[in-house]
């Protein structure tokens, strides 16, 4: 079993700044992709970010159209960390950031941290 710990999350005045850390326990086979999701209350959870292993750290990303420019995602495959680094941010980016890792192509895992909360005051 891999595990997938989050760290970083807190509260900010919009405007500010966070980064997330996500650490995944044990190795991580193949092709997968890193990311971020978010749930705010009586919401759907939604993707906020990607990114995939390619032959150095950082692969392709993919982002919500509602973070371009201000969210930034990377990983450190020797660490088995993805981070998130989140700048300008607004009170609609309140929400639980839950990490998570997913194969791609060979294997089928799909691995969830407990989610970290994110608050965002106006």
């Known amino acids: 079993q891999v595990q997938l710990v989050e760290s970083g999350g807190g509260l900010v005045q919009a405007g500010g700044s966070l980064r997330l850390s996500c650490t995944a326990s044990?190795?991580?086979?193949?092709?997968?992709?890193m990311g971020w999701y978010r749930q705010a209350p009586g919401k759907q959870r939604e993707l906020v970010a990607t990114?995939?292993?390619?032959?150095?750290?950082?692969?392709?990303?993919n982002y919500a159209d509602s973070v371009k420019g201000r969210f930034t995602i990377s990983r450190d495959n020797a660490k088995n960390t993805v981070y998130l680094q989140m700048n300008s941010l607004k009170p609609e980016d309140t929400a639980v950031y839950y990490c998570?890792?997913?194969?791609?192509?060979?294997?089928?895992?799909?691995?969830w941290g407990q989610g970290t909360q994110v608050t965002v005051s106006s």
């Open positions: 044990g190795r991580i086979f193949g092709r997968n992709a």
């Open positions: 990114i995939t292993n390619g032959i150095t750290n950082g692969g392709r990303t």
């Open positions: 998570n890792i997913k194969a791609t192509l060979t294997y089928n895992y799909d691995y």
